[in-house]
């Protein structure tokens, strides 16, 4: 039976190529965009599951308000480094506690240097203390967990580090001389454990980790903080809510001892039921927790949303081709209802079918993942794989589980409405109560030009705020300017700019890619007002290209620049009112002094961050070089565009001053084009996506038409007999159509302007919301489905009318 | 075998009840051979559709073997399908992406006949219809008659005790209709089948044993035909 079935299945699709190929295609290709969502969903899951032993490690969490990005508290993933001992001393539970480096966005290169040979630039080489192999379970290819960190000056490699840098992991006491910023001396570390890599992804990944000793302790003056990573692992069976609660009392009584030595009161910095805060959250939802910022899921809401609408348009096809082919079916149903056929065995029958027709579609789907991953992988920066998956298994049954559901979905009403069909009608010839289903059709229909037309749309618009971004005035010329990722020194500086062709060198704490705010709270005229402080060297300004508004900018001919005038933007000035230039405002310094500072021009607004932050109100102020403006940017202008072979001189000089460190830099057009390329990549996938939507759309409404031509074959006929024109019978198709369609364009442009409006408020700099691409949209939508209806309906009006009328 | 009851059949619409069938009551014994006669919309398609259980009557009673069979649940009703009613259709609707063979095989399979007895069983019908060489072809690449020998060998498959059939021989040319209608008599009184069929044709009427006259949904006359005749050997 279950054979005869499958044949009569695979007889159908054979007859019906064309429709089969809609249908399993289209499938596929839904399937497809399914599947890579699902994959990437695994591989975010997968964080920290390599090991059983993870289940009892944790990472600290402390609420303070080091280091956030709006100077406010938040729970921080770095932590008072003493609460590393806390935990040690007071806390029974805790089996091991270990210290280790954060990162530090801007500058997290090592170099390494090996014996005599050219030093090589690292990322992710930490720092952590003796106790980070007892928390987290590596499995160690060489040397042991317990003794690896066991002395200082001691460094653990990862496996594929080790075989980058020496081509084996047979490496076990040589010594790499590690200089950790370019003014280090370098220590000399002895290699004295290599590590396999994990299967899955880390939250906490490292390349190596060294023990320097600098880990080891606590700033002994109770005002000085050392923030890092810490990590606790616990006995088996501990109960967090638990251990949390007596880990909060414990950080009170630290932060009261810590503040008495302050002399501070403890009660003056919590009152009103603020409370200090620290807890533990287990491992594995590190990832899926990151403070201050939207977790993967969350990024990644409006993509699964996509491609589970992909699929479901892909499915909308499916169901509509097979009630539309149903006609054609019925007398089969009838028949077998007569020779003894329950109406469960037929509904079997027709699932089998959609079954047949989806497991082709899922392994038309893998072939296409393997095709496509490749870009996909580029595009998302992840590395992804099918066959080479630690999930494999997961994977499979996922799957599976796909494939039944889709399976279902597809199948589950075309069965019913087949095995439903009435013995006695169709075997009489009479299919008018066959057509079943015609207003669900038209619904699934409306449904997939809604998600279609909201598509298009959403590029029309998505395309103008991005080239209105791409094209705005950045407020700074962010042509022939390099940032080297360095220290301002006078040595260095004063070499380059010797050098001809370049303009000007400088350092500011405030640069596209590399902004490090300082808020500060100034007094004007009784007010006070909120301000980010930016340092600057001289020629700073100069040397980005901003544009003065009023006043002047710094100047080497006024001594007192270097004390105490400063330079407003045009958001700060707006706050301090008109009229400012030559004015003064004073600011209360940490000893209690007022300091007065003179305003001597206002500078536009220019862009540091992406499009989607407003511009703080900013001050900017020169100080005596150095203090506060080390963050790491040396700014270099060029004058001209061709300065290949001025870097070139630079990084010689580089490496005369610096020999142990590589030179790094970043040209401001790049930095640019790495703020946009989130906003890029996201627009090159709804484009990739509406193409796709759109296009089985249409397939499934070609499809459709051609079945509704079929079946109004007889219609058609007799009114050519009556003396209908071709052009009427193709009008008179395609007015169904058109019907459905325009409702479709009705019901998307309220969706279409909600979710863009969303999408659109997430810039603080964007377009106002515009009107065309909706009527566009509503023209494309039309006209691509009354070209494809049309092509079906001239067939059926061309075709003599004898054919259809001489049989019943 | 057939016991039917004051059997009345009708449609109401806007509150007027439009008769398809009135005061029908008949018996039809086992091995009879019977043809139901009538102008168009006569209502004997009904009758014949309330016997193979695809109707129901709006009152009255059928007996079939027996049994109260007037309303009867899908299980029942496939039951009886299954082992005892063959349908012979006008259309013959065979199953178009199935061939000769495999139609055939169908009601086995719904039987639950084991493979090698439902193999002999084919080969035997195959043979008896001389239609052998055809077993792998599909019902499109056959002439009609041999499409409609197709039918009552599938009819026949899973031996059942009577057949009904709505004009068997309507889309057929006259020579393939008699060559068919001998076939019924054959079956009928060599292996005993009940045979109903409805026909408008009186010639084909004459091949059965029972003549039931419907006009306007009562049965206005049933009489023995005249002359039982042999029509030559199959």
Redesign the interface.
């Given at each position: 039976?279950f054979k005869?079935n499958l044949?009569?299945a695979w007889?159908?699709l054979w007859?019906n190529k064309v429709y089969a190929a809609i249908n399993i295609g289209g499938l596929a290709l839904g399937l497809t965009a399914f599947v890579l969502m699902l994959l990437y969903i695994n591989h975010e899951e997968s964080y920290d599951t390599w090991s059983p032993d993870l289940k009892n490690v944790y990472q600290i969490r402390e609420k303070h308000d080091f280091f956030t990005p709006d100077n406010k508290e938040h729970w921080n993933e770095i932590s008072n480094s003493r609460i590393a001992n806390l935990i040690r001393t007071k806390l029974p539970q805790a089996f091991a506690v270990t210290k280790v480096d954060n990162d530090w966005d801007f500058s997290s290169v090592y170099s390494l240097k090996i014996d005599n040979a050219n030093p090589v630039v690292i990322n992710k080489i930490k720092d952590s203390d003796s106790s980070f192999f007892h928390v987290f379970p590596y499995h160690f290819l060489q040397g042991s967990a317990d003794k690896a960190l066991e002395n200082k000056n001691t460094i653990v490699l990862k496996e594929s580090l080790a075989i980058k840098l020496f081509g084996t992991t047979k490496v076990l006491g040589k010594t790499v001389n590690v200089v950790r910023w370019r003014s280090d001396k370098g220590s000399p570390l002895t290699i004295t454990g290599i590590v396999a890599d994990p299967k899955t992804p880390q939250s906490l990944s490292f390349n190596a980790i060294t023990r320097t000793g600098d880990k080891d302790k606590d700033p002994e003056n109770p005002t000085n903080n050392n923030y890092c990573f810490l990590y606790a692992k616990l006995n088996k069976l501990s109960d967090t809510l638990v251990i949390n609660q007596t880990l909060q009392k414990l950080y009170i009584d630290l932060k009261k001892n810590l503040l008495g030595g302050q002399k501070q009161r403890y009660n003056d910095l919590y009152k009103d039921g603020k409370l200090p805060g620290l807890k533990l959250i287990p491992i594995e939802t590190v990832h899926s927790t990151p403070p201050y910022k939207m977790n993967w899921f969350e990024k990644l809401k409006p993509v699964i949303a996509i491609s589970a609408f992909l699929l479901l348009i892909s499915v909308i096809n499916f169901i509509n081709l097979a009630t539309a082919q149903s006609v054609q079916r019925a007398?089969?149903v009838?028949?077998?209802?007569?020779?003894?056929?329950?109406?469960r065995?037929l509904t079997w029958q027709f699932l089998i079918e959609s079954a047949l027709q989806s497991i082709i579609s899922l392994f038309l789907c893998i072939i296409l993942i393997e095709v496509v991953l490749p870009a996909f992988n580029s595009q998302f920066n992840v590395d992804l794989s099918f066959w080479h998956n630690a999930q494999l298994l997961t994977m499979i049954a996922q799957l599976a589980g796909l494939f039944v559901l889709v399976t279902l979905l597809a199948g589950l009403y075309p069965a019913w409405v087949l095995s439903n069909y009435n013995?006695?009608s169709v075997?009489?010839?009479n299919y008018e109560n066959v057509l079943r289903g015609i207003a669900l059709r038209n619904v699934l229909v409306v449904f997939q030009f809604v998600i279609s037309v909201t598509f298009i749309i959403s590029i029309g618009i998505m395309q103008m705020q991005s080239r209105f971004m791409s094209n705005k005035d950045l407020g700074f010329e962010r042509g022939n300017l390099i940032n080297i990722k360095s220290n301002y020194e006078d040595n260095f500086a004063e070499r380059l700019k010797k050098i001809p062709g370049i303009e000007y060198v400088a350092t500011t704490t405030q640069v596209m890619g590399n902004t490090f705010n300082v808020p500060e709270e100034v007094k004007y005229k009784g007010n006070s007002i909120n301000l980010n402080t930016v340092t600057v060297t001289m020629d700073a300004l100069p040397a980005l290209g901003v544009k003065v508004i009023q006043g002047r900018i710094f100047s080497k001919e006024f001594k007192q620049d270097t004390v105490n005038t400063v330079v407003l933007n045009e958001a700060a000035a707006n706050l301090f009112g008109k009229n400012i230039i030559g004015q003064t405002y004073g600011k209360v310094d940490w000893e209690g002094k007022t300091n007065i500072f003179q305003i001597v021009g206002i500078i536009k607004n220019y862009h540091n961050e992406g499009f989607d932050k407003s511009v703080l109100p900013t001050v900017y102020k020169v100080t005596s070089l150095g203090g506060t403006s080390n963050t790491n940017n040396l700014l270099v202008r060029f004058n001209t565009s061709q300065y290949k072979d001025l870097i070139n001189k630079i990084e010689k000089q580089w490496k005369v001053l610096y020999p142990n460190f590589p030179m790094e830099y970043t040209s401001l057009d790049d930095v640019f084009s790495k703020s946009l390329e989130d906003n890029d990549r996201f627009m090159n996938m709804i484009i990739l996506f509406s193409i796709v939507s759109v296009s089985l759309s249409l397939l499934g409404l070609f499809a459709l038409s051609t079945f509704v031509a079929k079946r109004r074959t007889k219609e058609i006929a007799v009114r050519k007999v009556l003396g209908a024109s071709n052009i009427q019978i193709v009008n008179l198709l395609n007015k169904s159509f058109l019907i459905l369609v325009i409702v479709a364009n009705l019901i998307s442009w309220p969706i279409a302007y909600i979710i863009i409006k969303k999408w659109l408020d997430g810039f603080a700099y964007r377009i106002d919301m515009p009107v065309f691409p909706f009527f566009i949209a509503t023209l494309i939508s039309i006209i691509i489905a009354v070209l494809t209806v049309s092509i079906q309906a001239r067939k059926a009006a061309v075709t003599n009318p004898v054919n259809a009328l001489k049989y019943e | 075998m057939i016991e039917l009851k004051n059997i009345e059949k009708y449609y109401s619409s806007k509150g007027i009840k439009h008769y398809v069938l009135r005061h029908v009551t008949t018996t039809i014994k086992q091995g009879e051979f019977v043809s139901i006669m009538g102008p168009s919309g006569s209502g004997k398609s009904t009758l014949l559709n309330i016997l193979g259980m695809l109707e129901e009557p709006t009152y009255g009673t059928f007996e079939f073997l027996g049994e109260d069979v007037t309303s009867l649940n899908e299980r029942k009703r496939i039951e009886l399908y299954r082992n005892h009613i063959g349908f012979v259709f006008q259309a013959y609707h065979l199953i178009d992406e199935m061939t000769v063979y495999e139609n055939i095989e169908a009601p086995l399979l719904y039987k639950k006949v084991g493979s090698s007895e439902r193999a002999s069983r084919i080969a035997n019908l195959l043979d008896k219809f001389n239609i052998v060489a055809k077993k792998d072809l599909f019902p499109n690449q056959l002439s009609g008659g041999q499409q409609q020998l197709v039918g009552i060998a599938r009819a026949l498959a899973t031996q059942p005790s009577i057949i009904l059939a709505d004009e068997p021989t309507g889309n057929l040319q006259s020579a393939q209709a008699e060559e068919i209608m001998q076939l019924f008599q054959k079956l009928n009184k060599e292996e005993g089948i009940t045979i109903i069929q409805v026909t408008h044709s009186e010639k084909n009427a004459t091949y059965g044993n029972r003549i039931l006259n419907i006009q306007d949904g009562v049965i206005k006359e049933d009489s023995p035909t005249q002359a039982p005749q042999m029509g030559g050997v199959v």
């Open positions: 039976m005869l044949k009569i007889r159908n007859k007398k089969e009838g028949v077998k209802k007569v020779l003894g056929c329950y109406k065995q013995p006695v075997l009489k010839g | -």
